[in-house]
Structure formats: structure tokens, C-alpha cells
């Protein structure tokens, strides 16, 4: 009697956790030289009811293959366009000529095939690829396009950390949606809600994942729309950071909470080893305790958008804690020393520039330096190899998630104080937080793949998509060093 009791007991929590969790999808791994992105619309039963319309690459029914390449190597894309529109495919972080970047200017029209190529110049460091076409990326992302990019290099690959793909080394592209009453994604032109009411992981909702009892390494990618994260563990378990967008730190770092805003990427190492094998522990988005809220982004001064997830704390996903793995050899602590990165100092910079967060107000969009992205305006000239000091100050109503295409900066202040650099982001970055009332400083060098001609310049702007597509983004070519292989790549590339 008993027995079946319990039976009984454990078949309806089995039924309980079926509901209530669902496995997330593990990205396909290409791996290689030669990619074929095959973009399409697809569909995905993500709710109860209507199947949802998605955007999606390959085998994907949303979201796309995780490309892990190698640092040196010639990589070659394939990028065919089914959707039935123009796109664009950006690898976000990249290194690389401004022809091959996928921004805005290298647009694929419906039907057609764009095949960029580059020699692999990023140290290893979790990337990522997205649609950048001008007032359509929100369009675009909410449907999820996008994937992760790996690159692996030697100096990663000699030290003992998880990397066994879907094993112990584990890629989470984190989004929130809202849905219409027939279950399909709220999305401009019809809607223009960008903070979403509902968590999907990798694609998934109510994501869980079973990991080994041993260190596992996540790759987290804030691939919002809008929504910045604050993300830690149930339990408040301490977690290690090791990487941020442009790759590895010199040394980890020991963390229980971690912003992360939309563009951002970091790699964490948790242990599990300590945890019983059945047992679970969420990874949280949690109410940063600011008044207005950082999982709801960052608010305007009323501090209210409307989203059901604003000012309350989240599962991003659910993890059972399987047994230690025997696909690799388990990861029993993190190394203490990572990398031996040298960054540039302000000392370093011998051009000085400053931009400001404008527009904002009733219906203006927001912009930077009172300009409103046009095609055909270079907001910026770089002298090839010159390192240079760019300050971006927010006096403005709103907060904002700041990119620039191509490089990799170190950030030397916040609000002009080094102190002020949060120790999760003291690494290479490509994208950073930009707080109201704040100002941000980094340096960077302009070192490679000139790119004079303004028909294919790159790109700095908000990394909300709305915003981007709004118009607050600008553009800034690098000249010099014509005898550089690479400009010869200046001609139309573009289809
Ligand atoms: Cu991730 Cu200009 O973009
Ligand atoms: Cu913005």
C-alpha cells in the first residue's frame, strides 16, 4: 500500500515538473571554415495553442547554430536570405573588415546569397551574429534570428576549463517576449513593447537543463530586445566569472549577482560538485534593489513599463544537477590566473572624444551628439592604429546598452572614476551598460582593416533595438594605411 502510495506520489511530480519545465534547446555546433547560414521564417509550438512564427538558421526553429572557430584560420559564410525581406548578418565583437561586418550597409535582399570571409584576429571569446538592417533589426530579433559564435584559441585551450559543448560548456541566449492573443511575438510594426512578459531560454520557456555534478562553465548572452539582467543563483551561491565579450579575464572573479545588459555576453564557472544528484538550483534574474528596477531595463523616472516581469525576481532557468559526466574529464576548480591581457590605459589615448545621449523627448527618438542615423553621414574619422579616449555621457531621461562595431575597448571610468568599472566588466568589451546620469570612458585602438571607403563604414550605437532602429547610432570610417591588403576588399561587396 505504501508503495504505491509513493508511486504515485513520484509519477504526479514527474507529471508536475513535465508542466512546469521545459528542456531547453542545445544550439547545433558547427564547427570548421566553411559555414552555410541558411536564414528563414519558421515556426515553434513555444505556448499552448498557435504555433508561433519565428525567424530562425539551419535546423533551428529559433535562434541559430553555434559556429566554433579557431583563432588565425580564414572562416568563410555562406549566408543565404529566405525570408521573404532583406536582412543583414552581423557578427557582433568580430574583428574585421568593415565590408564583411553584416551592419546596416551590407544588406542581403530576400533570395540572394552574401559570402563574407576573414582571417580570425579575436582571442578566444564568446561572440555572437545578428540582423543589423536599418528600422528592421527589432523587427528581426524578436523573431530570433541570431547565434552564438565561439572562437577558440591555444591560451584558452591549455588551461582546465569546461569546454565540452553542451556537456559541461553550456551557451544560453536569454530574451523575454510578449505575445499576442493568437500566441504569436509582439513585435513592430503592430506592437512596440519591447520588455517582455515571458522568460525563453535558448528559444525555450520555463527553460530547465540537466548539468553534471562537477564545475560548469555558461556562456551568457543578453540577447534582449530591451531588458537588462541582474543574474544570480537561488541559493545565492558564490559563481565565478572568467570572460566578458572580448574573452577571457586575467583572473576570475568571484561574484553572487551580475548585470548584464542587452549585446553583453559573460562566462561564468559554477560548481555543482558540492550539490546532490536530484536536486535542482535556479539561475535568477533578480531585482537589482534599484527603486526602478534593472530586470524591467532601465526605467524612465516613473519608473514603470508595464511588463509583468518589472521590480520581481525570475527563473532563467531551471538546472537539475545530474551525475558527474563521464564525456569529459570533470573540472574540479577554476584556474586562478586566466589570461595575461594588457590593456590600454587613458595615458595611452592621443585623440580625445566625447558623445552625448540626445533626443529622447515626447516623440523624438533618442540620438547621439543630436544626430539621427542617416546612410550617407560618417559621423567619425579614425586614423588606422591611433588609440583613442571616447567618453559617452548620459544626462538623459533613459539608460541605455552601448556597441561599437569592430573593436575591442578596455573601459577606464564610469562617471570619470576607475574605481567605478564594475570588476564583471574589467576585461576587452564591446558593449557596455551606459546608467543614467552616468558617463562611461574607454580606449581603444583602431589598429586593422582600414576601411576608407564610406559606402561600407562601421558602426557605434544603442544596443536596444528600438533605439538602433530609431536612429541612435552613428558611424565612423578608419583611413590610412592604403598599402594594407585588406582595402583592396573595398570594392561593392554588397549584393
Ligand atoms: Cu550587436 Cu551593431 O550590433
Ligand atoms: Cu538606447
Not at 510578449?178 to 515571458?198: C, E, I, K, M
Not at 562537477?214 to 530591451?226: G, H, K, P, S, T
Not at 558617463?439 to 563604414?457: G, L
Amino acid at each position: 500500500m505504501k508503495k504505491s502510495f509513493f508511486t504515485l506520489l513520484a509519477l504526479s511530480s514527474v507529471i508536475i515538473l513535465q508542466a512546469q519545465y521545459n528542456t531547453i534547446t542545445i544550439p547545433e555546433a558547427l564547427y570548421g571554415t566553411n559555414f552555410n547560414l541558411n536564414i528563414h521564417e519558421s515556426t515553434k509550438q513555444i505556448r499552448t495553442g498557435n504555433l508561433t512564427v519565428t525567424g530562425s538558421i539551419n535546423n533551428e526553429t529559433f535562434w541559430g547554430p553555434t559556429l566554433i572557430i579557431n583563432k588565425g584560420e580564414e572562416v568563410h559564410m555562406n549566408v543565404t536570405n529566405n525570408l521573404n525581406e532583406s536582412t543583414t548578418l552581423h557578427w557582433h565583437g568580430m574583428h574585421l573588415p568593415a565590408v564583411m561586418d553584416g551592419g546596416p550597409h551590407q544588406i542581403i535582399p530576400a533570395g540572394t546569397l552574401w559570402q563574407p570571409y576573414w582571417t580570425v584576429m579575436n582571442q578566444a571569446a564568446t561572440l555572437w551574429y545578428h540582423p543589423h538592417l536599418h528600422e528592421t533589426t527589432q523587427e528581426q530579433i524578436t523573431k530570433g534570428v541570431g547565434g552564438f559564435i565561439i572562437v577558440k584559441d591555444p591560451q584558452e585551450t591549455a588551461l582546465a576549463l569546461p569546454r565540452t559543448y553542451g556537456v559541461d560548456d553550456i551557451v544560453l541566449a536569454l530574451t523575454s517576449r510578449s505575445y499576442s492573443t493568437a500566441n504569436q511575438f509582439d513585435s513592430p510594426p503592430t506592437s512596440v513593447r519591447v520588455y517582455g512578459d515571458y522568460m525563453l531560454t535558448n528559444g525555450t520557456p520555463n527553460g530547465q537543463i540537466s548539468l553534471p555534478k562537477q564545475y560548469v562553465r555558461l556562456r551568457i548572452l543578453n540577447a534582449e530586445v530591451e531588458r537588462g539582467y541582474n543574474l544570480g543563483f537561488s541559493d545565492n551561491r558564490t559563481f565565478y566569472i572568467v570572460a566578458n565579450d572580448g574573452g577571457l579575464l586575467n583572473a576570475p572573479v568571484a561574484a553572487t549577482r551580475v548585470k548584464l545588459m542587452v549585446g553583453e555576453r559573460i562566462e561564468i564557472m559554477v560548481n555543482l560538485g558540492n550539490d546532490t544528484v536530484g536536486s535542482s538550483v535556479d539561475l535568477k534574474a533578480y531585482n537589482s534593489g534599484q527603486t526602478l528596477g534593472f530586470p524591467g531595463g532601465e526605467p524612465n523616472t516613473t519608473g514603470q513599463f508595464g511588463s509583468l516581469l518589472n521590480n520581481i525576481d525570475f527563473s532563467v532557468l531551471h538546472i537539475n544537477v545530474a551525475a558527474t559526466t563521464t564525456a569529459t574529464t570533470p573540472i574540479t576548480a577554476v584556474p586562478s590566473i586566466l589570461a595575461s591581457n594588457t590593456y590600454w590605459t587613458a595615458a595611452n589615448a592621443t585623440v580625445t572624444r566625447t558623445m552625448t545621449v540626445t533626443g529622447g523627448q515626447g516623440a523624438t527618438p533618442f540620438s547621439l551628439d543630436n544626430h539621427t542615423f542617416v546612410f550617407d553621414y560618417i559621423d567619425k574619422t579614425v586614423n588606422l592604429n591611433d588609440i583613442e579616449k571616447w567618453t559617452v555621457t548620459n544626462n538623459n531621461i533613459f539608460g541605455h546598452s552601448f556597441h561599437i562595431h569592430d573593436i575591442e575597448f578596455k573601459i577606464v571610468a564610469r562617471n570619470g572614476s576607475a574605481t567605478g568599472v564594475g570588476t564583471h566588466e574589467s576585461g576587452w568589451k564591446d558593449t557596455f551598460y551606459l546608467p543614467r546620469n552616468e558617463s562611461v570612458t574607454f580606449v581603444a585602438k583602431f589598429d586593422d582593416f582600414a576601411d576608407a571607403d564610406v559606402t561600407h563604414p562601421y558602426m557605434y550605437h544603442c544596443h536596444f533595438a528600438g533605439h538602433e532602429d530609431g536612429g541612435m547610432m552613428g558611424q565612423f570610417i578608419v583611413t590610412g594605411n592604403l598599402g594594407n591588403d585588406q582595402n583592396t576588399l573595398n570594392t561593392d561587396f554588397s549584393l
